[in-house]
Nanobody, 115 residues
Framework: QVQLAESGGGLVQPGGSLTLSCAAS????????MKWYRQAPGKEREWVAS???????VYTESVKGRFTISRDNFKNTVDLQMNKLIPEDTGVYYC?????????WGQGTQVAVSS
């Protein structure tokens, strides 16, 4: 059974850092495109970053240079290192993948950037 579980969210001041982690089970993250999305209050869910099986990484423009997506094949996790956080980064962050034509989402982890 495919499952994703995010962790690492919290409250942080502007300029601070957080690392989110997505623990996968039922499949190997090394074999699939893994993505992070976020949903700000009152807004639609938006794509944030992706990592491919060849370790190609892609980011939405607003987080380039501040966020880093990475994969730990041994732990079977996908992390999102977030630096220089701004209030606009506030939202629920979700891990996502597509396996055998089915979308898989975690339950999300809340990130709040505020002074």
């Amino acid at each position: 059974q495919v499952q994703l579980a995010e962790s690492g969210g919290g409250l942080v001041q502007p300029g601070g850092s957080l690392t989110l982690s997505c623990a996968a089970s039922g499949f190997s993250v090394r074999n699939y495109n893994m993505k992070w999305y976020r949903q700000a209050p009152g807004k639609e869910r938006e794509w944030v970053a992706s990592i491919t099986p060849t370790t190609l990484t892609v980011y939405t423009e607003s987080v380039k240079g501040r966020f880093t997506i990475s994969r730990d094949n041994f732990k079977n996790t996908v992390d999102l290192q977030m630096n220089k956080l701004i209030p606009e980064d506030t939202g629920v962050y979700y891990c996502h993948t597509l396996i055998d034509g089915r979308f898989a989402w975690g339950q999300g982890t809340q990130v709040a950037v505020s002074s």
